[in-house]
């Protein structure tokens, strides 16, 4: 029997998209998307309409498991089948489990998980990784501590789906060099389950029509994107 539902999902949600399906018993085929994309939103995008492009005829929903991530998501068409997606700006919200919990935590709180850390290509890892190998070890330290010089606290996400104390000690061979704290906060998968429960509650999902397409207002607004012929 054919899928009507298929999902596409960022591999740095691999671990805890994995867990909920498993608790759901839910076997819906998964395309995943090279985290390493989301330094460039541009190529990210293509790589989500990719996906979506070839999909089966006989999908008739598709589950877009990703924040907007620096607009990634705008200009996504749906094509011949129906796209829901969280309304939320990056996955830190889907880690921990409500847009609201996220700004519960401030603008100074840099997040990890360790499907985060594994799949670093637009993370702070990353980002440590191309400025040593630019500007050496010495001037490379001094530039990392004003590029993060806006966070207080570096924030190790308990998402249920690995062991915390060796990412968290991970996390804390870095924090000790640019002098950033690091605490652990509880995670939350209720978005994760809600999307694959089909409980596509308005504000919390965009829903977007066969025909339509994502615009930048969808991901400000409730309801449902308006079709584009």
């Not at 596409?8 to 995943?32: D, F, G, H, S």
């Not at 990634?72 to 309304?87: D, K």
């Not at 700006?89 to 880690?95: E, G, L, M, T, V």
Request: aromatic letters at 10%; proline letters at 4%; glycine letters at 10%.
């Amino acid at each position: 029997m054919e899928n009507d539902t298929y999902v596409i999902a960022c591999e740095t949600l691999k671990q805890e998209l994995n867990l909920v399906m498993k608790k759901r018993n839910c076997a819906y085929p998964i395309v995943w998307i090279d985290s390493g994309k989301h330094a460039w939103p541009d190529k990210l995008r293509v790589s989500i309409q990719e996906a979506l492009d070839s999909l089966p005829d006989s999908c008739k929903t598709a589950l877009l498991l990703f924040g907007f991530c620096g607009n990634a998501m705008v200009g996504i068409r749906a094509g011949n089948r129906r796209l829901v997606v969280p309304r939320v700006a990056d996955c830190i919200p889907i880690f921990i489990g409500s847009r609201e919990e996220r700004e519960s935590y401030g603008t100074d709180a840099y997040f990890f998980t360790e499907g985060y850390i594994n799949n670093s290509g637009g993370s702070i890892a990353g980002d440590a990784s191309r400025v040593y190998e630019r500007y050496g070890e010495k001037r490379g330290l001094s530039i990392l501590k004003k590029m993060l010089g806006h966070y207080k606290t570096f924030a190790v996400i308990d998402t249920g789906t690995y062991e915390v104390a060796p990412v968290k000690a991970k996390v804390e061979n870095f924090a000790k060099l640019v002098d950033i704290p690091v605490k652990v906060i509880p995670g939350n998968l209720r978005i994760i389950d809600a999307m694959l429960a089909g409980d596509w509650e308005e504000g919390a999902f965009l829903v977007t029509p066969p025909g339509g397409s994502v615009s930048f207002e969808d991901s400000l607004t409730t309801g449902t994107a308006q079709s584009s012929a």
